[in-house]
């Protein structure tokens, strides 16, 4: 009866030898890429690390219930953790490439992918809650907290017996934009830096000009940022396990193991993509 009993750990427990080694592996992959390219592209890497960072620690915001919420059995939005932060954040990656190609300041851009990100998170949850309101009958109510902690409101009377919650209490809603903010600005932000990168090394490496390399430079800096956006977002799945509500969430609190993989796996990511054009 006790392997029964059993409750799996989750894992929320911080790992201070494993953490202490992805420091370790970031810092290698930074002198790497220093001793390759210490100038344009160490502070591209630089960039492409933080974007990683802001969306691994944005996914966390991303209130998921995955199939249980599908069925109002749960709160967030019925998908996954990687699929939805991957929409929220190409959404806002789209926005930003568009701002950098209008040759707008960095400020804007990164804002610009920022509220592309928080814009489509914010048209999203506002269609779930339509659904689970006037499609399923059932208000929206959290599983996690007695009351919202922004506006207050009581939770335990509204959550149907049987179920951790269901539809998208506000809270859930504002982690939900604050998400898709996070990492369409992060996203954005490794586009960018890999543009510039691009912009000012394909010309003397294919010997064209500028303008000839421009739509290689936005087509292989695109693919990249995809790339390490969805890289990303599935390691932070992993770290969630299953459903998150949003900041309220006990989840939540692993967010620095996510930020510590995000880090090494975009340094890694990143080295890759500089390497094409430092070698």
Same mark, same amino acid.
């Not at 960039?47 to 996914?59: A, D, E, N, R, S």
């Not at 300041?105 to 659904?131: E, K, Q, R, S």
């Not at 003397?204 to 000839?212: E, I, K, N, R, Y």
């Not at 969805?230 to 969430?249: C, F, K, Q, R, S």
């Given at each position: 009866?006790?392997?029964?009993?059993?409750?799996?750990?989750?894992?929320?427990?911080?790992?201070? $030898?494993?953490?202490?080694?992805?420091?370790?592996?970031?810092?290698?992959?930074?002198?790497?890429?220093?001793?390759?390219?210490?100038?344009?592209?160490?502070?591209?890497?630089?960039?492409?690390?933080?974007?990683?960072?802001?969306?691994?620690?944005? #996914?966390?915001?991303? @209130?998921?219930?995955?199939? @249980?919420?599908?069925?109002?059995?749960?709160?967030?939005?019925?998908?996954?953790?990687?699929?939805?932060?991957?929409?929220?954040?190409?959404?806002?990656?789209?926005?930003?490439?568009?701002?950098?190609?209008?040759?707008?300041?960095?400020?804007?851009?990164?804002? #610009?992918?920022?509220?592309?990100?928080?814009?489509?998170?914010?048209?999203?949850?506002?269609?779930?809650?339509?659904?689970?309101?006037?499609?399923?009958?059932?208000?929206?109510?959290?599983?996690?907290?007695?009351?919202?902690?922004? $506006?207050?409101?009581?939770?335990? !009377?509204?959550?149907?017996?049987?179920?951790?919650?269901?539809?998208?209490?506000?809270?859930?809603?504002?982690?939900?934009? $604050?998400?898709?903010?996070?990492?369409?600005?992060?996203? $954005?932000?490794?586009?960018? !830096?890999?543009?510039?990168?691009?912009?000012?090394?394909?010309?003397?490496?294919?010997?064209? #000009?500028?303008?000839?390399?421009?739509?290689?430079?936005?087509?292989?800096?695109?693919?990249?940022?995809?790339?390490?956006?969805?890289?990303?977002?599935?390691?932070?799945?992993?770290?969630? #396990?299953?459903?998150? !509500?949003?900041?309220?969430?006990?989840?939540?609190?692993?967010?620095?193991?996510?930020?510590?993989?995000?880090?090494?796996?975009?340094?890694?990511?990143?080295?890759?993509?500089?390497?094409?054009?430092?070698?």
């Amino acid at each position: 009866m006790s392997a029964v009993a059993a409750k799996p750990a989750a894992g929320g427990a911080m790992n201070p $030898t494993a953490m202490g080694v992805g420091v370790v592996m970031l810092l290698i992959l930074l002198g790497i890429c220093y001793y390759v390219s210490p100038a344009v592209g160490f502070m591209a890497l630089i960039g492409i690390i933080i974007g990683g960072v802001l969306i691994g620690f944005g #996914t966390h915001f991303v @209130p998921v219930g995955g199939a @249980p919420a599908a069925m109002g059995q749960a709160p967030g939005i019925a998908t996954g953790v990687a699929m939805l932060a991957a929409g929220a954040g190409l959404a806002g990656l789209f926005g930003g490439a568009w701002a950098a190609a209008a040759g707008e300041d960095l400020i804007v851009v990164f804002i #610009t992918g920022g509220v592309g990100g928080g814009l489509m998170m914010a048209i999203t949850c506002m269609m779930v809650n339509f659904v689970y309101v006037f499609g399923m009958g059932i208000p929206s109510a959290s599983g996690k907290v007695a009351k919202d902690p922004i $506006t207050g409101d009581t939770q335990a !009377e509204f959550k149907s017996q049987g179920t951790e919650g269901h539809g998208l209490p506000f809270v859930s809603f504002v982690g939900g934009v $604050t998400g898709g903010f996070l990492g369409g600005a992060g996203g $954005t932000l490794i586009y960018v !830096e890999l543009l510039n990168l691009y912009k000012a090394a394909l010309p003397s490496v294919m010997g064209v #000009t500028a303008a000839q390399v421009m739509p290689i430079a936005v087509s292989v800096a695109g693919m990249f940022a995809v790339g390490m956006f969805l890289v990303n977002a599935v390691l932070t799945a992993y770290n969630i #396990t299953g459903t998150i !509500e949003g900041p309220h969430d006990p989840k939540f609190k692993r967010w620095p193991r996510a930020i510590v993989a995000s880090a090494v796996a975009s340094a890694l990511c990143g080295l890759v993509a500089i390497l094409i054009v430092a070698m």
